[in-house]
Structure formats: structure tokens, C-alpha cells
């Protein structure tokens, strides 16, 4: 395996979070993996971004200049990211977010309607799990759900167990989704 | 699943100073090393340490100035303008003999310069920064663990010769995550003694002195050639390095940091189109590898210095390979990073030829 991914969006949504919670996943599964956040002088709401990839072997450059997977959760992001994607990659995207289609036919594109469904379950700030579900459910089989469950549930400090399980039900909302 | 974390470059290395028995800190904010010193404030009271964010980067080196005379294991952080800031106080530990941990998450300069990436300060790191006759240990790792690893290793190594150790990174190192594995806390108990530490006589000992001023020129002559007899030393057993695929090399590589990752990256892709080409990574800048790069040039053709400076480390590469083969240089500055096709297209560029 051997998959480099972005994860992009305003701040404040959760990018760095989705990004973690898959970066864990990876080593949870006894992968080789980074997590490199975007950093720097940003205005305030303005967009965020970080690389994460997941590996068979050791990781040479942290830094991804053509992604295989894109999960984006803002229009701006999008425009900045879209064309770097590799042919044949993947676009999970958050339509409730970005009004516009990927103007690309040798990629794969799934929009999902993210945060629109978050606020359905009563947490419009979890629209990033759903994404995550929604990202592992288009990965199957090299991920699976169970393992990606498992590991949330792993890195929440036991005093925060609901939280591990409301993040868990956004997950699987985004990974349900069709 | 073992034990490994994920962590920040940044707080790894927090972590491994304060379970290798550092239990003094003193810093001062600046980014991108900021995750360090906040790792410190929260941790280090329970581990019954002092941390201290200092009025200035100067007093803060100052302070550790003091707390190593004292034999305490100490360490500082900062970022390049801090480390500016800080070179007299590394000068006169130097001076002085103590070991202490600096660490310097490297930015673009000179001046205030950027936030983003750098390795231009390697000039300041391994060829003085302060004034005097004098050498700091420079370690420079280029993931997470080896971060942590190298954090206790340059405590050791300090105390052993009784001088400051670097650890230089940068910002990419600092800010990204990986999975650590870390080693056990040690007992205070069980580190090397300090018999020249300034502990107090009990009136059972003749008094230690800490000092870096000697105004006789012989004296002060016969402290410096006593030092360099120790540097030699290390200079003839203390460096550190990985070699890759250089066996059969045609074009060498030369890179270290994170920045290495990205060469190595690019070795590969040239390697999987069939060109020779093999990667040194220095692990200690000072000592610089040497004989490394004596040997490859009996059998390699070319060397390729990149870095993210405008050509520092380039020049202990040629003093090195000392006009047996020619040495190139790529780099990039002031926070850009270079890109793995961009190091691919210059591998190409000098293959091409040989």
C-alpha cells in the first residue's frame, strides 16, 4: 500500500482532525505513516490543509505534490487541489459545501453531502467523520470500517468515550451514505 | 500495536529530553519550534523539572548556562533568529565546558526571514556561530524517531565531552507527526557524575570553578589545544551517517534533514529508471562524515549537494572529496522546499554526462 492523501478545507472544520483520525487508523493496522500539517500566516477562515500517507515501506518525502486521494471540504481547496489529484485518484468531496462538479473524467469523484448530513444527527461540526466513513467506504478493501472504529475508540482518553461514539455514528453515516 | 505514539516532531522531542533525565528548560517562544517549549510547560513541573520561559532568548541561554555549571541536565530551544540571539551564551558554555542541549528548528533567514522550512544555518551550526576556537555536537534527524533517539543521544554525547550539543531540524520535522517509540524513563540516579560541577564543597573538596575567562594567553593557549585534542577525538569517532544504494553509484546524492526523505524519494524514482544513483545522509553534521564521501570517491563519479540553503553543506562535501570528483550543488532558500522531480531533474541533468 502505499497512499498519499490531502485533506483540505477551512479552518475549523476538522481537517487536521480527519487527517489524524486516518493517520491513526494507519498505525493501528501496522503501517508506515506522516501527518504534515500546512502551516503558516493564515487569515482567519481561511483555508487549511495537511498530507497524510499510509505505507507498506518507510516514507521518503513527507510532502505529496500529486495526491491519490483528495478529501475536500471547501470550494477553494478544491480549486487549488484539484488538477494535482494523480489520473485514475480518488475525490471525496462535501457537497453540502461546494456547489460545484469536478470538471475531471479520469478520476474518481464521490460527493457527499457531509455536513448537511451531520446536522441531521444533531452536530453540524462533525461533517469531517462523515467524510472519514465516506473515504474507507470508497478504500475498500486496502481499509476497513471495523479497524477505522477500533482505532477512533483507541486514541480517545476514556473520559471521552462519548465522543469516540458520536464520532463513530458520523462515520458510519458517511460510510452508509450512497 | 506496541508502544508506539503518534506525535509532533516538535513534542517528540520534548518528550525524549525529559525521559533521558533533562530536567531543567529554558526558552523562549518563537515559531516553529513553539510546540516544544509548550510540551515543556505542561510537562515538566510533573516530572519535577523546571520549566521557565525566560525574558529573552539571551537570559534564556544564560539560565542554562548556569544550570549546567550546576550539573544539571539542561537544554533550549529557539529558531533561527533565537539561535542568533543565543550565541554568545553558546560561545561561553563552550568556553566553559559544559554540555547543554540547543536545539534549533531551523527558518528561512537571514534576518527575521519566513516561518517555513530551512536549512541555512548550517554554516552557524557547525562552523562556530559564536566566536573562539570552538565546536558544537550537530546532530540532524530526519523522522520523528530518530528525533527522539537523537535527543538522548546528544545529551549523552554532550556530557561525555563535556561541550553543547545541536540538534538542528526544521519546521517540516517539527510540525509533522509520525509514530515514536520512546525509551524508558531513566533514573536521575543512574546518569553520568559530574565530579566538575559547582554542587557545593561540603568543605571535603577543593572549590569548581566555571569559568571562561583566561587572561593569560598560554594558559587560555593550553585550554584551546586541549579542547581541539577533544575534538579530534570526536571528529575520529563520533560521526554519524546512512549510506543508500551507493555501492554501484554513478551520482551521489548528498542531503540530510527531512530534506534527505525527499532526496531519497527521488533516488528511487531514478534508481526504478535504471540510473545509479545513491544517497549520503549525515546524520552529525559536526563531525562531518569524511571518510564516507573519501571512500565513495574511489568508487562513484559525481556528488550532489541539496540543500535548502544557498550552498552551506556543499562545502564540507568538496573539502571532503578533496578534487578527487566533482561536486554539484541544487538548493532552494528562504522556506521553499525542494520537490522531488526537481532533484530527479537535476540527478538527470549530471547522469546524463557520465
Keep these: ?178 | 500495536m506496541g508502544n508506539k505514539v503518534l506525535m509532533k516532531g516538535n513534542e517528540a522531542l520534548a518528550e525524549a529530553a525529559m525521559r533521558c533525565g533533562c530536567r531543567f528548560f529554558f526558552g523562549y517562544p518563537i515559531t516553529p519550534q513553539t510546540e516544544l517549549a509548550a510540551y515543556m510547560a505542561k510537562k515538566m513541573q510533573k516530572n519535577g523539572g523546571t520549566f521557565l520561559q525566560a525574558e529573552s532568548e539571551i537570559a534564556a541561554i544564560n539560565m542554562v548556562y548556569g544550570a549546567s555549571g550546576a550539573g544539571a541536565r539542561v537544554m533550549t530551544s529557539s529558531s533561527s533568529p533565537g539561535i542568533s540571539l543565543k550565541q554568545e551564551g553558546i560561545s561561553y558554555i563552550a568556553g566553559a565546558d559544559l554540555p547543554c542541549l540547543i536545539v534549533n528548528i531551523v527558518r528561512g533567514g537571514p534576518g527575521l526571514g519566513g516561518i517555513q522550512p530551512a536549512q541555512s544555518d548550517y554554516f552557524q551550526a557547525t562552523k562556530g556561530g559564536g566566536h573562539g576556537d570552538y565546536h558544537l555536537l550537530v546532530f540532524a534527524p530526519s523522522s520523528v524517531q530518530e528525533l527522539a533517539d537523537l535527543t538522548s543521544l546528544a545529551f549523552d554525547k554532550a556530557d561525555e565531552y563535556r561541550m553543547p550539543a545541536m540538534i538542528m531540524g526544521d519546521g517540516m520535522l517539527g510540525q509533522m507527526m509520525e509514530p515514536v517509540e520512546f525509551k524508558e524513563y531513566v533514573d536521575l540516579k543512574d546518569l553520568p557524575e559530574k565530579p566538575w560541577a559547582t554542587t557545593g564543597t561540603q568543605m571535603k573538596r577543593k572549590k569548581n570553578i566555571i569559568n571562561s575567562l583566561y587572561l593569560t594567553p598560554e594558559e587560555l593557549e593550553e585550554l584551546c589545544v586541549k579542547r581541539q585534542e577533544r575534538y579530534n577525538k570526536i571528529m575520529e569517532t563520533e560521526a554519524l551517517y546512512e549510506e543508500i544504494q551507493t555501492e554501484d553509484a554513478d551520482l551521489i546524492i548528498v542531503a540530510y534533514g527531512t530534506l534527505a526523505r525527499i532526496a531519497m524519494s527521488a533516488v528511487s524514482e531514478a534508481r526504478s529508471q535504471g540510473l545509479k544513483v545513491g544517497l549520503i545522509r549525515p546524520i552529525t553534521l559536526w563531525p562531518f562524515p569524511a571518510k564516507v564521501f573519501e571512500k565513495r570517491a574511489e568508487t562513484s563519479k559525481a556528488f550532489l549537494s541539496v540543500e535548502m540553503s544557498m550552498g552551506q553543506m556543499v562545502e564540507d562535501v568538496k573539502l571532503s572529496v578533496n578534487g578527487k570528483r566533482p561536486v554539484y550543488f541544487y538548493g532552494r532558500t528562504g522556506g521553499m522546499v525542494p520537490q522531488q522531480s526537481a532533484i530527479l531533474a537535476e540527478i538527470k541533468k549530471y547522469i546524463k554526462n557520465m
Design chain 1, 1 to 178: 500500500m502505499f497512499e498519499q492523501m490531502i485533506i483540505a478545507g477551512f479552518g475549523g472544520q476538522g481537517v487536521l482532525f480527519v487527517g489524524k483520525t486516518l493517520a491513526y487508523l494507519g498505525m493501528d493496522i501496522g503501517k508506515n505513516l506522516s501527518w504534515l500539517p500546512s502551516y503558516g500566516p493564515e487569515m482567519r477562515g481561511g483555508t487549511c490543509n495537511c498530507s497524510v500517507i499510509i505505507s507498506d515501506d518507510k516514507i521518503g518525502s513527507p510532502i505529496i505534490t500529486n495526491p491519490d486521494t483528495l478529501i475536500v471540504m471547501n470550494k477553494p481547496s478544491l480549486e487549488k487541489f484539484v488538477d494535482a489529484v494523480k489520473s485514475g485518484g480518488l475525490i471525496v468531496l462535501d457537497s453540502s459545501l461546494i456547489d460545484s462538479k469536478v470538471q475531471r473524467d479520469d478520476v474518481t469523484v464521490k460527493y457527499i453531502p457531509a455536513m448537511e448530513i451531520a446536522e441531521n444527527h444533531g452536530n453540524s461540526q462533525l461533517g469531517n467523520m462523515v467524510m472519514a466513513g465516506a473515504y474507507i467506504k470508497a478504500r475498500e478493501p486496502i481499509f476497513s470500517i471495523d479497524d477505522l472504529y477500533e482505532s477512533v475508540k483507541a486514541h480517545i482518553p476514556p473520559a471521552k468515550m462519548q465522543l469516540a461514539e458520536k464520532n463513530i455514528e458520523l462515520i458510519k453515516a458517511g460510510y452508509e451514505y450512497n
